[in-house]
């Protein structure tokens, strides 16, 4: 296991990491270039920016089922928190699609805020309870209850490690406050206030987003999908191969997350870098400082 992280083996992720601080190192010197060569907003990547998060936000329902199935594994007397666990995780990640940059979603079926009927923003709300079930129904069918309290581990983190990403980017958001591209390119001399990512105004931002660039809060989140190999590291018929393949399927993701940001003006190259290397790092040093820890005292209270 010391060898592994999110269930592949820890030289991936640890590669991950240093193509970031590459990315970084180069963003530190050629941000402002990078941008003006690919800053173009388009209308597909508008629409993948405001919809594509919600893959991303499908982990903490994922979670509920694997504590589910956990707690059901360990006998009767623990249905009921696990039934309790498994509507936890899938209504953080209906109520997290709703609430956060659905706006345009709701727009789609009618809704105006404050001139529309409320039912109308039922509907949205509809839609995410049907699309973030199916998930937490399949895993309950695949996953592999041999081990409940790995299983256990896995779904709580699974479940938090979304809302410890942003926190944690809000808050470095508002101690940077470094201005976004789209807003540089509204004055009259864009570069005059470029500031590199090391050079803080604390809570400078306040609640104005044009100060919001770093890091990026889009790919920080899409980065979260990098667990798909811990899930496919609890599921039946566990393979290494798989869990390296949902690895680097979530890697392209963020790598298209991160192109996305640059293209649409919104993101320096360091903020998206810095963005991915944020959840890499949390997802790291929960799995050596935390589960790491937690497995080896199980298989001492087995043994």
Known sequence: MKDKILGISKYWMYGLMIVCVIGIIIGSVYDYQISEALAVKTDIGK?????????????????GACVYVGLKAKGEKYKTAAIGMLLIGYFLSVLTSNNAGSVNFRALFGYTAGE?????????LAFWLVFHA???????????????????????????????????????????????????????????????????????????????????????????????????????????????????????????????????????????????????GLETLIDVFIMRPLEKETDQITE
Not at 207 to 221: E, R
Request: charged residues 20%; glycine residues 4%; contains cysteine.
């Open 47 to 63: 629409w993948f920016a405001s919809y594509g998060l919600h893959l991303a936000n499908m982990m903490p329902a994922a979670g």
């Open 134 to 280: 199916w998930l937490p129904f399949l895993l309950t069918k695949v996953l592999d209850d041999r081990d409940p309290d790995k299983l256990i581990r896995v779904g709580l983190v699974l479940m938090f490690l979304y809302y410890l990403v942003f926190t944690l980017k809000e808050w470095l958001k508002n101690a940077g406050s470094r201005p976004r591209y789209k807003y540089l390119l509204k004055q009259d001399d864009p570069h005059a206030e470029y500031r590199n990512w090391w050079e803080f105004i604390p809570y400078l931002a306040g609640n104005n987003d044009d100060y919001m660039s770093w890091p990026s809060g889009h790919t920080a989140t899409a980065a979260v999908l990098l667990e798909l190999s811990m899930i496919s590291d609890v599921c039946k018929n566990r393979s290494e191969k798989r869990n390296l393949f949902f690895f680097l399927l979530a890697v392209v993701y963020a790598a298209v997350f991160s192109y996305n940001r640059i293209h649409m003006t919104n993101h320096f190259l360091s903020d998206v870098c810095f963005g991915i290397l944020i959840t890499a």
């Open 116 to 124: 529309s009927s409320p039912l109308l923003s039922l509907a949205a």
